[in-house]
């Protein structure tokens, strides 16, 4: 990547995918913003940014169709895509083999193999679910004791979103995550009520 000289990142009007990769490495990723996450909280805290510098770069490169991933974007700080984790057929193998049967068991082990993956959802592209990961082992976590709803909760949300309302505006409205809103509509919780 060919560095650009620039005295005043605040003069630039119409940010290009690698000028802002360039100013990302050299300000934020040594201040230790190393991830989207880190990214969010940086500007939630109301750390600066310059004035027209894309708040949502991933969205704002996607359609410019030059987003090449937030690994990329950061410089991969952290090395971690570096890592030689398993297939994902081998790594669903050793984890049934562990007695893990769903995404609540997976976070929670301890002794996770370090040639799998700590959020596997996210590192294999083949990824189709829990269930498919984990074949017959799979047993969907009881929704109950992980969440602050209640079944009327549930019912009238599964109402509303019958009605057209999106996830988000329920997710706010129940103080619950629009992931919990999602799987509540595909039925992956609280699929009995």
Same mark, same amino acid.
């Given at each position: ?26 300000? $934020? ?10 990214? &969010?909280?940086?500007?939630?805290? !109301? ?11 991933? #969205? ?13 974007? $950061? !410089?991969?700080? &952290? ?6 984790? $398993?297939?994902?057929r081998d790594a669903g193998r050793v984890?049934? &083999? ?8 997976y976070s929670g082990w301890k002794e ?13 592209? #083949? ?6 990961? $984990? ?17 009327? &909760? ?20 129940? !103080?619950?995550? #629009? ?15």
């Amino acid at each position: 990547m060919k560095k650009i000289a620039v005295d005043d990142w605040d003069s630039i009007v119409r940010w290009s995918y690698g000028l802002a990769r360039q100013y990302v490495m050299g300000k $934020l990723v040594p201040q230790g913003v190393i991830s989207a996450r880190k990214f &969010d909280a940086y500007k939630r805290e !109301g750390k600066l940014l310059p004035r027209k510098f894309p708040r949502i770069p991933d #969205e704002y490169f996607k359609r410019k169709g030059s987003w090449k991933g937030w690994r990329d974007f $950061l !410089g991969n700080p &952290d090395h971690r895509k570096n890592r030689h984790y $398993l297939s994902y057929r081998d790594a669903g193998r050793v984890a049934r &083999d562990a007695g893990i049967s769903n995404s609540k068991d997976y976070s929670g082990w301890k002794e996770r193999p370090s040639i799998l993956p700590s959020r596997p959802e996210y590192y294999f592209k #083949e990824w189709d679910g829990w269930k498919d990961f $984990l074949g017959a082992s799979y047993i969907a976590p009881d929704p109950r004791h992980y969440t602050k709803l209640k079944p009327a &909760d549930v019912r009238i949300i599964k109402h509303q979103l019958a009605l057209g309302i999106t996830g988000a505006v329920l997710a706010k409205k129940f !103080g619950v995550s #629009e992931m919990q809103i999602s799987r509540i509509k595909k039925g992956d919780n609280w699929g009995d009520i």
